[in-house]
């Protein structure tokens, strides 16, 4: 092995060349500072206060105060009905979300990509993208407003003869409403990277294909899907780290305690458990568990599809 060129100071080059490379462009990396200090000081400074899982944590005593407890709040948690339940109505909400709500954007993107009408395009594409640029709270209170017994939609329902009085208190519908409401926000804003990957594929390839006698559906199959599968792949492989994040901020709009038992997820969970009843280092501990599976997640995920011969993330 070669050893590292050294200058005359002693200082290998490379690390000079990287240190030249910062004092060039300082202008640059002085634009990156303040996006990288939100990310030190709000997602890294953050994992110290991790450790309170695995305390008898007291605000009065302070994190480093606190006694040491070791897995005691790990144990409670898998002991307990109430967080096997909430765990799993996060999984089955989140699987749902990902069977039906992740080709849809993709299927959107699709269809996009065959309008040839310019302004046509524009109205659609600023329609779909307009409700993720609202929050929850605005966007949920509409789709209440929408499901409420006095609502548009028990309205159509009972025209259609279907009882559709209390949807948003009938355990049998909660999570399909959840599915169906983060599909309308999030769709449209979605295709936005696969729209992206579709202008990337060469029009040689639409040509060749056409030459050939491919029609338009067999052009999407063999032109257009393997064009954006890369995409697809790496989605897919970040859609399995968030799968015990079934979305925090609209279950707790649209939730109440009548459908506890099929919308209660863990993030509402710890928050009334860790606010509510202060108890913050079993929220902590959830926290922990919550971050380590979706970790886990997403490695076997990256590694599994690395060896069918996909890209992956690394």
Do not use: C
Not at 40 to 50: E, H, M, Q
Not at 119 to 124: L, M, N
Not at 270 to 284: C, F, H, I, K, N
């Amino acid at each position: 092995m070669k050893s590292a060129e050294l200058d005359w100071t002693g200082v290998s080059r490379r690390r000079t060349s990287v240190f030249g490379i910062i004092w060039k462009y300082r202008a640059l990396y002085l634009l990156l500072l303040p996006a990288l200090l939100y990310f030190i000081i709000f997602a890294y400074i953050p994992y110290f206060g991790l450790t309170i899982a695995f305390k008898d944590f007291s605000p009065g005593k302070g994190i480093w105060g606190s006694s040491w407890v070791g897995l005691k709040y790990f144990k409670e948690l898998f002991t307990s009905d109430t967080f096997f339940q909430v765990l799993r109505n996060t999984l089955l909400i989140s699987l749902y979300k990902l069977i039906f709500g992740f080709p849809m954007p993709i299927l959107f993107a699709l269809l996009l990509n065959e309008v040839r009408h310019a302004a046509f395009k524009k109205i659609i594409q600023t329609v779909t993208y307009f409700p993720h640029f609202l929050s929850w709270v605005v966007f949920g209170g509409i789709m209440l407003s929408f499901l409420t017994p006095a609502g548009v939609v028990p309205k159509l329902l009972q025209l259609l003869h279907v009882d559709g009085a209390n949807l948003l208190t009938d355990n049998r519908f909660f999570r399909s409403i959840l599915v169906v409401t983060h599909i309308l926000k999030s769709f449209g804003w979605g295709a936005i990277i696969y729209l992206a990957a579709l202008a990337g594929i060469d029009p040689a390839l639409y040509e060749a294909a056409r030459m050939d006698g491919a029609g338009r559906w067999k052009q999407i199959l063999y032109v257009t899907l393997p064009g954006i599968r890369s995409v697809i792949v790496l989605m897919f492989i970040l859609e399995l780290g968030h799968i015990l994040d079934a979305g925090f901020e609209q279950v707790f709009i649209m939730y109440n305690p009548v459908v506890y038992g099929v919308g209660d997820i863990i993030d509402t969970y710890v928050y009334r458990v860790g606010l509510g009843e202060a108890q913050y280092s079993v929220a902590t501990a959830v926290g922990l568990f919550k971050g380590v599976i979706g970790f886990v997640l997403i490695y076997i995920s990256n590694y599994a599809i690395k060896k069918l011969g996909e890209p992956t993330l690394w």
